[in-house]
Protein backbone atom coordinates (compact mmCIF):
# COMPACT_ATOMS: atom_id res chain seq x y z
CA UNK A 1 0.00 0.00 0.00
CA UNK A 2 1.51 3.18 -1.16
CA UNK A 3 2.57 6.04 1.93
CA UNK A 4 1.41 9.25 2.68
CA UNK A 5 1.69 11.80 -0.22
CA UNK A 6 4.20 13.93 1.88
CA UNK A 7 6.65 11.14 2.85
CA UNK A 8 9.94 11.71 1.29
CA UNK A 9 12.21 8.81 -0.22
CA UNK A 10 15.53 8.97 -0.64
CA UNK A 11 15.18 10.06 -4.44
CA UNK A 12 12.89 12.73 -3.45
CA UNK A 13 15.76 14.13 -0.58
CA UNK A 14 19.05 13.16 -2.58
CA UNK A 15 17.41 15.23 -5.98
CA UNK A 16 15.04 18.24 -4.16
CA UNK A 17 11.62 17.17 -5.36
CA UNK A 18 9.09 19.92 -4.22
CA UNK A 19 6.87 17.21 -3.24
CA UNK A 20 4.58 19.46 -0.96
CA UNK A 21 3.47 23.15 -2.25
CA UNK A 22 1.75 25.45 0.61
CA UNK A 23 -0.43 27.60 -1.99
CA UNK A 24 -2.29 31.24 -0.90
CA UNK A 25 -4.55 31.32 -3.76
CA UNK A 26 -6.46 34.35 -2.39
CA UNK A 27 -5.51 36.79 0.49
CA UNK A 28 -9.33 37.80 0.71
CA UNK A 29 -10.68 36.88 4.17
CA UNK A 30 -13.60 37.11 6.23
CA UNK A 31 -11.43 36.74 9.48
CA UNK A 32 -9.18 39.75 11.03
CA UNK A 33 -7.13 37.72 12.99
CA UNK A 34 -4.20 39.27 15.26
CA UNK A 35 -1.55 36.93 14.17
CA UNK A 36 -1.92 36.54 10.75
CA UNK A 37 1.90 36.97 9.42
CA UNK A 38 0.60 38.10 5.47
CA UNK A 39 -2.07 40.45 6.92
CA UNK A 40 -4.91 38.88 5.34
CA UNK A 41 -8.19 40.87 4.44
CA UNK A 42 -8.36 42.31 0.62
CA UNK A 43 -7.32 40.43 -1.83
CA UNK A 44 -4.51 41.15 -3.60
CA UNK A 45 -4.46 43.38 -6.72
CA UNK A 46 -2.74 40.84 -9.26
CA UNK A 47 -3.46 37.85 -8.25
CA UNK A 48 -3.40 35.26 -10.81
CA UNK A 49 -6.20 34.81 -13.08
CA UNK A 50 -7.85 31.37 -13.93
CA UNK A 51 -6.04 30.68 -16.59
CA UNK A 52 -2.71 30.90 -14.78
CA UNK A 53 -3.55 28.92 -11.85
CA UNK A 54 -4.84 26.03 -13.67
CA UNK A 55 -1.43 26.51 -15.64
CA UNK A 56 0.95 26.82 -12.18
CA UNK A 57 -0.79 23.63 -11.53
CA UNK A 58 0.10 21.78 -14.63
CA UNK A 59 3.66 23.02 -13.87
CA UNK A 60 3.31 21.69 -10.44
CA UNK A 61 2.88 18.10 -11.90
CA UNK A 62 5.36 18.38 -13.83
CA UNK A 63 7.86 18.75 -11.36
CA UNK A 64 6.84 15.66 -9.66
CA UNK A 65 4.60 17.38 -6.72
CA UNK A 66 2.23 15.17 -4.94
CA UNK A 67 0.12 17.38 -2.95
CA UNK A 68 -0.68 20.80 -2.85
CA UNK A 69 -2.72 22.59 0.32
CA UNK A 70 -4.72 25.71 -0.31
CA UNK A 71 -4.29 28.58 1.71
CA UNK A 72 -5.63 31.88 2.51
CA UNK A 73 -6.67 34.85 3.12
CA UNK A 74 -9.84 31.98 2.55
CA UNK A 75 -9.59 29.73 -0.34
CA UNK A 76 -13.21 29.71 -0.92
CA UNK A 77 -13.27 33.47 -1.02
CA UNK A 78 -11.58 33.23 -4.25
CA UNK A 79 -14.58 32.44 -7.20
CA UNK A 80 -12.61 29.78 -9.09
CA UNK A 81 -11.35 28.15 -6.31
CA UNK A 82 -13.08 24.58 -7.09
CA UNK A 83 -11.45 24.88 -10.51
CA UNK A 84 -8.01 25.08 -8.76
CA UNK A 85 -9.69 21.71 -6.69
CA UNK A 86 -10.70 19.81 -9.61
CA UNK A 87 -7.51 20.61 -12.02
CA UNK A 88 -5.28 19.58 -9.01
CA UNK A 89 -7.26 16.02 -8.84
CA UNK A 90 -7.19 16.16 -12.80
CA UNK A 91 -3.36 16.24 -12.54
CA UNK A 92 -2.66 13.53 -10.59
CA UNK A 93 -1.71 15.09 -7.09
CA UNK A 94 -3.85 15.06 -3.24
CA UNK A 95 -5.10 17.95 -2.76
CA UNK A 96 -5.97 19.42 0.58
CA UNK A 97 -6.85 22.62 2.54
CA UNK A 98 -6.37 25.11 5.73
CA UNK A 99 -9.44 27.37 7.08
CA UNK A 100 -10.68 29.50 9.78
CA UNK A 101 -13.88 27.83 8.83
CA UNK A 102 -15.93 31.20 9.60
CA UNK A 103 -18.09 30.84 6.50
CA UNK A 104 -17.41 27.42 5.70
CA UNK A 105 -21.00 26.28 4.99
CA UNK A 106 -21.86 22.39 4.60
CA UNK A 107 -22.74 23.42 1.03
CA UNK A 108 -19.42 24.66 0.34
CA UNK A 109 -17.61 21.85 2.08
CA UNK A 110 -19.64 19.19 -0.42
CA UNK A 111 -18.82 21.10 -3.18
CA UNK A 112 -15.17 21.07 -2.68
CA UNK A 113 -15.43 17.28 -1.93
CA UNK A 114 -17.11 16.91 -4.79
CA UNK A 115 -14.52 18.73 -6.59
CA UNK A 116 -12.09 16.22 -5.35
CA UNK A 117 -11.09 17.94 -2.19
CA UNK A 118 -9.35 14.84 -0.16
CA UNK A 119 -8.78 16.72 3.69
CA UNK A 120 -9.65 19.82 5.36
CA UNK A 121 -8.10 21.74 8.44
CA UNK A 122 -9.63 23.76 10.62
CA UNK A 123 -7.90 26.38 12.46
CA UNK A 124 -8.72 27.16 16.29
CA UNK A 125 -6.99 29.14 18.49
CA UNK A 126 -8.26 28.91 22.30
CA UNK A 127 -11.80 28.71 23.97
CA UNK A 128 -14.25 30.72 22.44
CA UNK A 129 -13.27 34.10 24.64
CA UNK A 130 -9.37 33.97 23.11
CA UNK A 131 -10.16 32.40 20.27
CA UNK A 132 -12.98 35.08 19.03
CA UNK A 133 -10.37 37.92 20.23
CA UNK A 134 -7.42 36.63 18.43
CA UNK A 135 -9.44 36.03 15.10
CA UNK A 136 -11.05 39.54 15.45
CA UNK A 137 -14.64 38.16 14.85
CA UNK A 138 -17.23 37.46 17.34
CA UNK A 139 -18.63 33.82 16.72
CA UNK A 140 -15.87 32.61 14.80
CA UNK A 141 -14.86 29.95 17.49
CA UNK A 142 -18.64 28.69 17.37
CA UNK A 143 -18.30 29.08 13.53
CA UNK A 144 -15.10 26.31 13.28
CA UNK A 145 -17.09 23.77 15.51
CA UNK A 146 -19.57 23.75 13.04
CA UNK A 147 -17.36 24.00 10.12
CA UNK A 148 -15.47 20.51 11.87
CA UNK A 149 -18.38 18.41 12.69
CA UNK A 150 -19.76 19.06 9.12
CA UNK A 151 -16.58 17.63 7.30
CA UNK A 152 -17.81 14.50 9.43
CA UNK A 153 -20.48 13.81 6.50
CA UNK A 154 -18.57 13.99 3.48
CA UNK A 155 -16.24 11.10 4.44
CA UNK A 156 -12.80 13.40 3.85
CA UNK A 157 -10.04 13.74 6.88
CA UNK A 158 -10.51 16.16 9.25
CA UNK A 159 -7.88 17.96 10.90
CA UNK A 160 -7.31 20.96 13.20
CA UNK A 161 -4.35 23.73 13.41
CA UNK A 162 -3.85 25.74 16.38
CA UNK A 163 -0.84 28.43 16.79
CA UNK A 164 0.36 28.26 19.97
CA UNK A 165 0.22 32.31 21.52
CA UNK A 166 0.71 33.23 25.38
CA UNK A 167 -3.22 32.82 25.77
CA UNK A 168 -3.65 29.45 25.11
CA UNK A 169 -1.33 27.27 26.67
CA UNK A 170 -3.65 26.86 29.85
CA UNK A 171 -6.18 25.75 27.32
CA UNK A 172 -4.46 22.90 25.13
CA UNK A 173 -5.82 20.04 27.20
CA UNK A 174 -10.09 21.56 27.20
CA UNK A 175 -9.14 21.87 23.28
CA UNK A 176 -7.83 18.69 22.47
CA UNK A 177 -11.45 17.13 24.29
CA UNK A 178 -13.13 19.62 22.17
CA UNK A 179 -11.42 18.48 18.96
CA UNK A 180 -11.93 14.73 19.69
CA UNK A 181 -15.38 15.15 20.61
CA UNK A 182 -15.87 16.63 17.34
CA UNK A 183 -14.16 13.80 15.09
CA UNK A 184 -11.27 15.38 14.09
CA UNK A 185 -8.17 12.90 13.78
CA UNK A 186 -5.29 15.04 14.25
CA UNK A 187 -4.19 18.47 15.74
CA UNK A 188 -1.55 20.27 14.43
CA UNK A 189 0.39 22.97 16.72
CA UNK A 190 3.35 25.51 15.85
CA UNK A 191 4.27 28.69 17.66
CA UNK A 192 2.78 31.89 17.08
CA UNK A 193 5.68 33.86 15.54
CA UNK A 194 6.42 37.33 15.16
CA UNK A 195 5.32 38.22 11.61
CA UNK A 196 2.90 40.27 10.30
CA UNK A 197 -0.02 41.11 12.61
CA UNK A 198 1.59 38.82 15.54
CA UNK A 199 4.95 41.78 14.91
CA UNK A 200 1.93 44.43 15.76
CA UNK A 201 0.99 41.84 19.05
CA UNK A 202 4.60 41.17 20.43
CA UNK A 203 2.62 40.25 24.06
CA UNK A 204 1.15 37.09 22.02
CA UNK A 205 4.12 35.30 21.54
CA UNK A 206 5.73 33.42 23.92
CA UNK A 207 8.88 33.91 25.45
CA UNK A 208 11.71 31.47 24.97
CA UNK A 209 11.67 30.05 28.52
CA UNK A 210 8.45 29.07 28.76
CA UNK A 211 9.37 25.80 26.44
CA UNK A 212 9.98 24.14 29.81
CA UNK A 213 6.44 24.59 31.05
CA UNK A 214 5.09 23.75 27.33
CA UNK A 215 7.23 21.00 26.07
CA UNK A 216 6.27 18.74 29.09
CA UNK A 217 2.65 19.32 28.74
CA UNK A 218 2.61 18.50 24.50
CA UNK A 219 4.16 15.45 25.62
CA UNK A 220 1.34 14.08 27.84
CA UNK A 221 -0.99 15.42 25.21
CA UNK A 222 0.69 13.69 22.94
CA UNK A 223 0.53 10.58 25.33
CA UNK A 224 -3.17 11.18 26.40
CA UNK A 225 -4.34 11.60 22.18
CA UNK A 226 -2.62 8.58 20.98
CA UNK A 227 -4.59 6.16 23.94
CA UNK A 228 -8.06 8.09 22.21
CA UNK A 229 -6.86 7.36 18.86
CA UNK A 230 -5.86 11.13 17.90
CA UNK A 231 -2.49 12.38 16.52
CA UNK A 232 -0.44 15.30 17.58
CA UNK A 233 1.81 16.85 15.29
CA UNK A 234 4.35 19.64 16.19
CA UNK A 235 4.55 22.26 13.57
CA UNK A 236 8.22 22.98 11.77
CA UNK A 237 9.17 25.62 14.71
CA UNK A 238 8.06 23.15 18.24
CA UNK A 239 10.83 21.12 19.72
CA UNK A 240 14.52 20.65 18.30
CA UNK A 241 16.22 17.86 20.84
CA UNK A 242 14.84 17.81 24.26
CA UNK A 243 13.95 14.38 25.54
CA UNK A 244 10.67 14.45 23.59
CA UNK A 245 12.09 14.64 19.93
CA UNK A 246 11.61 11.29 18.77
CA UNK A 247 7.82 11.37 20.81
CA UNK A 248 5.63 13.38 18.66
CA UNK A 249 8.68 14.13 15.37
CA UNK A 250 8.72 10.78 14.95
CA UNK A 251 5.50 8.79 16.80
CA UNK A 252 8.01 7.13 19.36
CA UNK A 253 10.87 6.13 16.68
CA UNK A 254 14.18 7.10 18.47
CA UNK A 255 15.80 6.92 14.78
CA UNK A 256 13.78 9.96 13.76
CA UNK A 257 14.83 13.68 14.64
CA UNK A 258 14.68 17.26 13.51
CA UNK A 259 17.23 17.30 10.35
CA UNK A 260 16.98 21.25 9.48
CA UNK A 261 14.56 23.39 8.21
CA UNK A 262 12.91 21.94 4.89
CA UNK A 263 12.51 25.33 2.86
CA UNK A 264 13.30 24.79 -0.70
CA UNK A 265 14.21 21.16 -0.51
CA UNK A 266 10.67 19.31 -0.88
CA UNK A 267 8.35 22.53 0.02
CA UNK A 268 7.36 25.39 -1.79
CA UNK A 269 5.00 28.53 -0.77
CA UNK A 270 3.66 30.27 -3.42
CA UNK A 271 1.80 34.01 -3.06
CA UNK A 272 -1.62 35.00 -4.81
CA UNK A 273 0.09 36.75 -7.15
CA UNK A 274 2.35 33.75 -8.32
CA UNK A 275 5.54 34.97 -5.75
CA UNK A 276 7.79 31.58 -5.28
CA UNK A 277 9.32 31.03 -1.86
CA UNK A 278 10.58 27.83 -0.70
CA UNK A 279 8.26 28.03 2.54
CA UNK A 280 4.71 29.79 2.71
CA UNK A 281 5.55 31.53 5.88
CA UNK A 282 8.49 33.02 4.86
CA UNK A 283 8.86 36.30 4.17
CA UNK A 284 8.94 37.62 0.62
CA UNK A 285 12.32 39.63 0.29
CA UNK A 286 14.62 38.38 0.72
CA UNK A 287 13.50 34.61 0.55
CA UNK A 288 11.31 35.05 -3.28
CA UNK A 289 12.73 33.56 -6.05
CA UNK A 290 10.66 34.78 -8.68
CA UNK A 291 7.11 35.20 -10.23
CA UNK A 292 5.66 32.76 -12.62
CA UNK A 293 5.16 35.32 -15.23
CA UNK A 294 8.17 36.34 -15.09
CA UNK A 295 10.32 32.46 -15.13
CA UNK A 296 8.52 29.12 -15.14
CA UNK A 297 8.47 26.98 -12.03
CA UNK A 298 11.02 25.13 -13.14
CA UNK A 299 13.73 27.67 -13.73
CA UNK A 300 12.50 29.50 -10.20
CA UNK A 301 12.52 26.26 -8.26
CA UNK A 302 15.87 24.96 -9.79
CA UNK A 303 17.68 28.12 -10.54
CA UNK A 304 17.32 31.00 -8.23
CA UNK A 305 19.82 31.51 -4.73
CA UNK A 306 16.45 32.04 -3.08
CA UNK A 307 15.08 28.58 -3.38
CA UNK A 308 18.04 27.05 -2.55
CA UNK A 309 19.24 28.67 0.41
CA UNK A 310 18.57 25.13 3.03
CA UNK A 311 19.87 23.29 0.27
CA UNK A 312 23.46 24.13 0.53
CA UNK A 313 23.39 25.99 4.20
CA UNK A 314 26.49 25.24 6.31
CA UNK A 315 27.33 25.83 10.44
CA UNK A 316 29.41 28.89 9.13
CA UNK A 317 25.48 30.52 8.68
CA UNK A 318 24.71 29.81 12.29
CA UNK A 319 25.50 32.41 14.63
CA UNK A 320 25.24 32.89 18.84
CA UNK A 321 24.24 29.88 21.07
CA UNK A 322 23.10 27.96 17.17
CA UNK A 323 26.55 28.76 15.63
CA UNK A 324 28.38 26.35 18.40
CA UNK A 325 25.78 24.30 19.69
CA UNK A 326 26.15 20.65 20.26
CA UNK A 327 23.57 19.81 17.13
CA UNK A 328 24.56 22.59 14.94
CA UNK A 329 25.25 20.25 11.88
CA UNK A 330 21.79 18.21 12.28
CA UNK A 331 19.42 21.17 13.18
CA UNK A 332 21.09 24.16 11.45
CA UNK A 333 19.33 26.85 14.14
CA UNK A 334 15.68 25.04 13.48
CA UNK A 335 13.44 27.21 11.57
CA UNK A 336 14.32 29.74 9.08
CA UNK A 337 11.29 31.72 9.25
CA UNK A 338 11.06 31.46 13.02
CA UNK A 339 14.53 33.14 13.47
CA UNK A 340 14.28 35.93 10.66
CA UNK A 341 11.28 37.68 11.49
CA UNK A 342 13.20 38.38 15.03
CA UNK A 343 16.50 39.03 13.95
CA UNK A 344 16.44 39.98 10.11
CA UNK A 345 18.63 36.92 9.91
CA UNK A 346 18.48 33.27 9.85
CA UNK A 347 20.96 31.06 12.39
CA UNK A 348 20.13 31.79 15.89
CA UNK A 349 16.97 30.15 17.27
CA UNK A 350 16.10 30.91 21.20
CA UNK A 351 13.13 28.97 20.38
CA UNK A 352 14.94 25.54 20.97
CA UNK A 353 13.92 22.87 23.67
CA UNK A 354 17.40 21.68 24.31
CA UNK A 355 18.63 25.85 24.20
CA UNK A 356 16.31 26.31 27.00
CA UNK A 357 16.97 23.17 28.81
CA UNK A 358 21.17 24.03 28.83
CA UNK A 359 20.68 27.47 29.59
CA UNK A 360 18.51 26.23 32.96
CA UNK A 361 21.17 24.31 34.01
CA UNK A 362 23.42 27.29 34.34
CA UNK A 363 20.45 29.17 35.93
CA UNK A 364 20.43 31.75 32.74
CA UNK A 365 17.08 31.78 30.26
CA UNK A 366 16.52 34.10 27.54
CA UNK A 367 13.78 37.50 26.70
CA UNK A 368 12.72 38.38 23.94
CA UNK A 369 11.78 42.24 23.12
CA UNK A 370 10.88 44.49 20.23
CA UNK A 371 12.81 47.08 19.28
CA UNK A 372 11.77 47.91 16.22
CA UNK A 373 7.92 47.82 14.76
CA UNK A 374 6.88 46.16 11.43
CA UNK A 375 5.83 48.46 8.61
CA UNK A 376 2.27 46.99 8.30
CA UNK A 377 2.49 44.99 4.86
CA UNK A 378 1.93 41.21 4.04
CA UNK A 379 4.88 38.73 5.62
CA UNK A 380 6.90 42.15 7.50
CA UNK A 381 8.58 41.82 10.50
CA UNK A 382 9.74 43.93 13.21
CA UNK A 383 13.20 43.55 14.86
CA UNK A 384 13.86 42.35 18.45
CA UNK A 385 16.44 42.17 20.48
CA UNK A 386 17.56 38.76 22.59
CA UNK A 387 18.10 38.91 26.32
CA UNK A 388 20.20 36.73 28.14
CA UNK A 389 18.89 36.79 32.25
CA UNK A 390 20.35 35.30 35.23
CA UNK A 391 17.43 34.06 37.67
CA UNK A 392 17.45 34.04 41.25
CA UNK A 393 13.94 33.54 42.88
CA UNK A 394 12.38 36.62 41.83
CA UNK A 395 15.30 38.41 41.41
CA UNK A 396 16.45 38.74 37.38
CA UNK A 397 19.84 40.40 35.91
CA UNK A 398 19.87 41.59 32.49
CA UNK A 399 23.44 40.49 30.38
CA UNK A 400 23.97 42.22 27.23
CA UNK A 401 24.53 39.32 24.48
CA UNK A 402 28.06 40.47 23.55
CA UNK A 403 29.38 40.03 26.90
CA UNK A 404 27.55 37.01 27.64
CA UNK A 405 29.68 33.83 28.27
CA UNK A 406 27.09 30.69 27.89
CA UNK A 407 28.60 27.10 28.76
CA UNK A 408 27.66 25.11 26.01
CA UNK A 409 28.06 20.97 25.24
CA UNK A 410 30.90 21.32 22.08
CA UNK A 411 30.08 19.68 18.94
CA UNK A 412 31.38 16.30 17.64
CA UNK A 413 34.66 16.60 16.71
CA UNK A 414 34.26 15.77 12.92
CA UNK A 415 32.17 18.75 12.78
CA UNK A 416 33.07 20.80 9.50
CA UNK A 417 32.46 23.88 8.57
CA UNK A 418 31.62 22.65 5.00
CA UNK A 419 27.78 21.12 3.69
CA UNK A 420 27.56 17.95 5.59
CA UNK A 421 25.33 15.38 5.49
CA UNK A 422 22.32 14.91 7.96
CA UNK A 423 23.36 12.21 10.82
CA UNK A 424 21.47 9.79 12.52
CA UNK A 425 21.59 10.25 15.82
CA UNK A 426 21.51 7.73 18.44
CA UNK A 427 19.18 7.88 21.64
CA UNK A 428 20.46 8.18 25.29
CA UNK A 429 18.26 5.64 27.17
CA UNK A 430 19.29 7.76 30.55
CA UNK A 431 17.86 10.83 29.63
CA UNK A 432 15.99 10.20 26.20
CA UNK A 433 18.13 12.68 24.29
CA UNK A 434 19.70 12.54 21.33
CA UNK A 435 23.66 12.13 21.21
CA UNK A 436 25.99 11.72 18.24
CA UNK A 437 26.96 8.04 17.03
CA UNK A 438 29.55 6.44 19.26
CA UNK A 439 28.82 8.52 22.19
CA UNK A 440 29.98 6.53 25.28
CA UNK A 441 28.99 9.20 27.84
CA UNK A 442 25.90 11.08 27.43
CA UNK A 443 27.20 15.12 27.71
CA UNK A 444 23.62 15.65 29.40
CA UNK A 445 22.83 13.01 31.66
CA UNK A 446 26.57 12.09 31.92
CA UNK A 447 25.51 8.30 31.42
CA UNK A 448 26.72 5.29 30.13
CA UNK A 449 25.08 4.98 26.44
CA UNK A 450 26.38 1.70 25.78
CA UNK A 451 25.02 0.16 29.26
CA UNK A 452 22.39 1.82 29.17
CA UNK A 453 20.94 1.11 25.88
CA UNK A 454 21.76 -2.52 26.79
CA UNK A 455 19.62 -2.35 30.10
CA UNK A 456 16.82 -0.78 27.94
CA UNK A 457 16.95 -3.44 25.40
CA UNK A 458 17.42 -6.33 28.13
CA UNK A 459 13.69 -4.66 29.90
CA UNK A 460 11.82 -4.71 26.53
CA UNK A 461 12.71 -8.47 25.50
CA UNK A 462 11.62 -9.04 29.15
CA UNK A 463 8.34 -7.12 28.67
CA UNK A 464 7.70 -8.28 25.61
CA UNK A 465 7.86 -12.25 27.28
CA UNK A 466 5.65 -11.21 29.81
CA UNK A 467 3.34 -9.87 27.26
CA UNK A 468 3.52 -13.34 25.00
CA UNK A 469 3.04 -15.25 28.16
CA UNK A 470 -0.44 -13.10 29.26
CA UNK A 471 -1.81 -13.56 25.65
CA UNK A 472 -1.03 -17.58 25.96
CA UNK A 473 -2.98 -16.71 29.57
CA UNK A 474 -6.20 -14.96 28.27
CA UNK A 475 -8.30 -18.01 26.45
CA UNK A 476 -7.80 -19.90 29.86
CA UNK A 477 -8.75 -16.89 31.86
CA UNK A 478 -11.87 -16.30 29.81
CA UNK A 479 -12.86 -20.18 29.83
CA UNK A 480 -15.91 -21.45 31.95
CA UNK A 481 -15.22 -23.41 35.20
Known amino acids: MAGPARYLSSRDRATFVPVHAVWEITLAC ?23 CLDLVRQLARMGTREVTLIGGEAYLRRDWLKIIREIRDQGMDCTMQSGGLNLTEARIKSAVDAGLQALGISVDGLREVHDKLRGVKGSFDAAFKALKAVQKFGITSSVNTQISSLVIPQLRELMGLFIDAGAKSWQVQLTVAMGRAADHPELLLQPYELLELMPLLAELYQEGADRGFLLLPGNNIGYFGPYESLWRGSGDDRIHWTSCNAGQNTLGIEADGTIKG ?25 TDEL ?30 TTHVLFGRAGNNPYCHHRALELSKQGLRERIAQVEKAPGTPFDHGQFELIVETVDEHAVETLPMASSTLVQIKPAKSRQTKKTQSKELIICRGCDRHVMPGTRVCP ?14 KNMREARKAYHRLLKLLPQLDSPH
Do not use: M
Open 30 to 52: DLKCHHCGSRAGKRRPDELTTDE
Open 279 to 303: CPSLPTFPYAGGNIRDRNLKQIWGQ
Open 308 to 337: SLNRARTTTELWGFCGSCYYADVCKAGCTW
Open 444 to 457: FCQGDVRALAKSYE
